[in-house]
């Protein structure tokens, strides 16, 4: 299967300040890239989606403003979680839909701690 | 009424044994089903996914689809140990493109 690679695989951070993840697809070209986050003992609930060159479409509930996404090329997706709070506490994952495949191909995950 | 509905178990079964993992779905024009799975602290890796009604089989694995019922099942034949961790199902929602998945089944295989 295709590879998507993200990065960091784990962050910590203080209160207040800003985390950036990168969401790559290594071996084809991304059309469209997810971003999940998965709570504890919990299932993946979907962030946004986003397309290359196009702005993300978020889910209900999810703050636009605070879980910033860029799809600048067809390889990279990046997702900032700006002013982060305890509670952003999460495993980020991304995946990328695209080089003809029929099917999600998933990131490792981003294990995000806020203290 | 959850859209993906999954027992979260655990499910317990002898190195061996049959696993059977369930899920029902509400939307009765959902037509594309995933099985993924989940070990603890990584990502999800799917095992195969199913569109039509009837078994798909993939070397130990079995998935069944009964649209009329709406359920989607995966059979694990011969469990191993190694086969211990969570299975989600999901299924894909066309009109607006993206996958929804259940709250997954914890397996546990013992030896």
């Known amino acids: 299967g295709a590879v998507v690679s993200q990065h960091p695989s784990r962050v910590i951070c203080k209160s207040g300040t800003s985390v950036k993840i990168e969401c790559r697809s290594l071996?084809?070209?991304?059309?469209?890239m997810f971003w999940y986050r998965q709570f504890p003992k919990q299932s993946l609930m979907l962030m946004a989606t986003?397309?290359?060159?196009?702005?993300?479409?978020?889910e209900q509930g999810v703050e636009k403003d605070k879980f910033l996404i860029n799809h600048a090329s067809l390889t990279l997706s990046t997702l900032t979680v700006t002013s982060a709070h305890p509670e952003d506490s999460s495993f980020y994952i991304c995946?990328?839909?695209?080089?003809?495949?029929?099917?999600?191909?998933f990131g490792p995950g981003t294990r995000l701690t806020v203290l | 009424q959850k859209e993906v509905e999954q027992n979260s178990g655990p499910l317990s079964v002898p190195e061996g044994a049959i696993a059977s993992l369930n899920c029902t779905y509400s939307?009765?024009?959902?037509?594309?089903f995933f099985w993924y799975r989940q070990y603890s602290g990584k990502s999800p890796e799917l095992i195969m996914f199913?569109?039509?009604?009837g078994d798909k089989e993939d070397g130990r694995f079995t998935a069944q689809l009964n649209k009329a019922s709406q359920y989607v099942s995966l059979l694990i034949r011969d469990s191993q140990p190694s086969d211990s961790a969570t299975y989600l199902c999901?299924?894909?929602?066309?009109?607006?493109?993206?996958?929804?998945f259940g709250t997954g089944t914890r397996l546990l295989v013992s030896p």
């Open positions: 995946s990328a839909w695209g080089g003809g495949a029929n099917e999600q191909f």
């Open positions: 071996d084809f070209q991304a059309t469209t």
């Open positions: 986003s397309n290359e060159g196009s702005k993300a479409t978020y």
């Open positions: 939307d009765r024009g959902s037509q594309s």
């Open positions: 199913i569109y039509s009604n």
């Open positions: 999901a299924l894909w929602r066309g009109g607006f493109q993206k996958l929804v």
